[in-house]
T-cell receptor, first 115, second 110 residues
Framework: DAGITQSPRYKITETGRQVTLMCHQT?????MFWYRQDLGHGLRLIYY???????DKGEVPDGYVVSRSKTENFPLTLESATRSQTSVYFC??????????????FGEGSRLTVL | GESVGLHLPTLSVQEGDNSIINCAYS??????FIWYKQESGKGPQFIID?????DKRQGQRVTVLLNKTVKHLSLQIAATQPGDSAVYFC?????????FGAGTRLTVKP
C-alpha cells in the first residue's frame, strides 16, 4: 500500500547502544523529515532532507545521524542512545508544493525507550 | 528563539457544539500557518493551512482565522463530533523551518 511506514513501532534499548529507526515512503516525495515528540514540547525537528543525498539539521540534531541514499528511505540513527532520547519519533514526507503550504504526511511513529 | 504556543492545553465541548482552538505565534516572518490533528497512537494529520496574506479560510466543517495584528491563529470546528476528539497542533512555516506548538487536547462529550 502507498504511504509512509516506520519501523520498529516500539523499541526498548539501553544507554550507549546504537539504534536505527527506519522510514520508508512510496509517494516519491522529495522532502523527508524526522521529528521527536515529547510532552510539553510538541514536535521538534531533528533532521530533514530535500532530496536524496541532501540532509540538513533541524532544531535538535545532536546525538542523531541521518542518511538519504534513496529517495524513499530516510533512516535515523542514534549512535549512542541516552535516556534523554526516550521519545516518540515521527517521520514525515512532502513534495515541493506541499512543503509550500506546510502539508506534511506523517508516519505512525516509533516509540523509543532508553533505559 | 521565537516559538508557537497555545492558550489552552485542554478543551472539552459537548457533541454538536462548535469548538474554538486558539494559538499564539511570534514569528512575523512566517508565511504559512497550519493546523494538524493527532489522534491517539497515530501521527499528525494535516487539516488546513492559511497563507499569511489571508485572514480567513474555510474547509469542511473547519475555519481558520488569522489575526496578524495580535499574532493569533484559531481553528473553529463546527458541529463537533466524537471523531473530532484529538490533540490539535498549530504550526508556522518560515522557508524550510516549520515549528509546531505544544498542542491542545479536544475532548467531545456525548
Amino acid at each position: 500500500d502507498a504511504g509512509i511506514t516506520q519501523s520498529p513501532r516500539y523499541k526498548i534499548t539501553e544507554t550507549g547502544r546504537q539504534v536505527t529507526l527506519m522510514c520508508h515512503q512510496t509517494w516519491s516525495h522529495s522532502y523527508m523529515f524526522w521529528y521527536r515528540q515529547d510532552l510539553g514540547h510538541g514536535l521538534r525537528l531533528i533532521y530533514y532532507s530535500a532530496a536524496a543525498d541532501i540532509t540538513d539539521k533541524g532544531e535538535v540534531p545532536d546525538g542523531y545521524v541521518v542518511s538519504r541514499s534513496k529517495t524513499e528511505n530516510f533512516p535515523l540513527t542514534l549512535e549512542s542512545a541516552t535516556r534523554s532520547q526516550t521519545s516518540v519519533y515521527f517521520c514525515a514526507s512532502s513534495d515541493p508544493r506541499g512543503i509550500l503550504a506546510g502539508e506534511l504526511f506523517f508516519g505512525e511513529g516509533s516509540r523509543l525507550t532508553v533505559l | 528563539g521565537e516559538s508557537v504556543g497555545l492558550h489552552l492545553p485542554t478543551l472539552s465541548v459537548q457533541e454538536g457544539d462548535n469548538s474554538i482552538i486558539n494559538c499564539a505565534y511570534s514569528n512575523s516572518a512566517s508565511d504559512y500557518f497550519i493546523w494538524y490533528k493527532q489522534e491517539s497512537g497515530k501521527g499528525p494529520q494535516f487539516i488546513i493551512d492559511i497563507r499569511s496574506n489571508m485572514d480567513k479560510r474555510q474547509g469542511q466543517r473547519v475555519t481558520v482565522l488569522l489575526n496578524k495584528t495580535v499574532k493569533h491563529l484559531s481553528l473553529q470546528i463546527a458541529a463537533t463530533q466524537p471523531g473530532d476528539s484529538a490533540v490539535y497542533f498549530c504550526a508556522e512555516r518560515d522557508n524550510n523551518d516549520m515549528r509546531f506548538g505544544a498542542g491542545t487536547r479536544l475532548t467531545v462529550k456525548p
